[in-house]
């Protein structure tokens, strides 16, 4: 069994894939001060929830965006699993081409989100991700990232209304009943989600005039459910899509790591 882990600016996602299909996912807040001894923990705690053995794991792939995080985590994994995690970055073959200004900007999260979009569903691709950030990323029909745009994301966006202003208040991200809103909440919601609805749509739009050509449109993230009905823009919402893109990483790394780099 295979688990792959994401490490956001928010949560932490974990999942867990066998054959090709997942098994299990789960997400943990992401925090700093957790030793390795607490994740070592959950991890367990998961496994066995999936009916899973440390025994059971056959390797690691990490994707972060944390450095902070990285250390303990990182020792959790060798110490409870004795495994040592492949991490996604330099060095590690995807099968993407990063036609960027700075290949090593491009997040491992998005990195390993085009991996999934691309070679799951096809190409050329415009993968959005809805995240604590939300990002674009374009990937042409020969596996080129060409071009990636990050903006706010809505929870983001939502807690600094809510922390920048003395009267209102935190509010549930979710698609409002109306845009009459006719309370200070059903204001904010209603404002927060069709702002970023509207922004979405003219994101895909523009970047359709610009590249002059068609593509497919995948979307990501525990908010993207939020909008994927709602739009014609969006036309498949994978919640799974990094784990998939992970999957795919390491069977290209697979010969460097038969069965994992265990460290005993």
């Known amino acids: 069994m295979l688990m792959a882990v994401d490490i956001g600016n928010t949560n932490i996602a974990i999942g867990f894939l066998e054959g090709g299909h997942i098994t299990g996912t789960y997400r943990l807040t992401t925090q700093q001060d957790r030793t390795a001894d607490e994740y070592g923990i959950l991890i367990t705690q998961l496994l066995s929830l999936s009916g899973y ?18 250390h303990s985590f990182r020792a959790s994994l060798v110490r409870f699993l004795d495994i040592e995690p492949m991490v996604v970055g330099p060095g590690i073959k995807t099968g993407m081409n990063i036609r960027l200004d700075d290949p090593r900007s491009l997040g491992a999260d998005c990195l390993c989100d085009c991996v999934g979009a691309y070679f799951v569903y096809g190409g050329p691709v415009l993968v959005a991700d809805f ?27 939502a807690a600094v209304l809510a922390g920048k202003t003395a009267q209102l208040p935190q509010v549930e991200i979710t698609k409002p009943g109306t845009i009459l809103a006719t309370g200070t909440r059903t204001a904010m919601q209603a404002g927060l ?22 593509f497919k449109v995948v979307a990501t993230g525990g908010l993207g459910s939020i909008f994927s009905d709602e739009t014609d823009r969006i036309d498949i919402y994978d919640p799974d899509l990094m784990f998939k893109g992970m999957a795919l990483i390491r069977e290209r790394n697979r010969e460097d790591r038969p069965g994992g780099l265990r460290t005993a």
Request: aromatic share 8%.
């Open 53 to 70: 053995g440390r025994q059971d794991v056959e390797d690691v792939v990490v994707a972060s965006v944390v450095p902070e995080v990285m």
């Open 131 to 157: 995240g604590t950030a939300t990002t674009f990323n374009y990937v042409d029909g020969q596996a080129g990232i060409r071009s990636g745009l990050i903006t706010v994301g809505i929870r983001s966006g």
């Open 193 to 214: 989600y069709y702002n970023f609805l509207g922004g979405l749509e003219r994101i895909v739009d523009q970047f359709r005039k610009e590249i002059g050509g068609d």
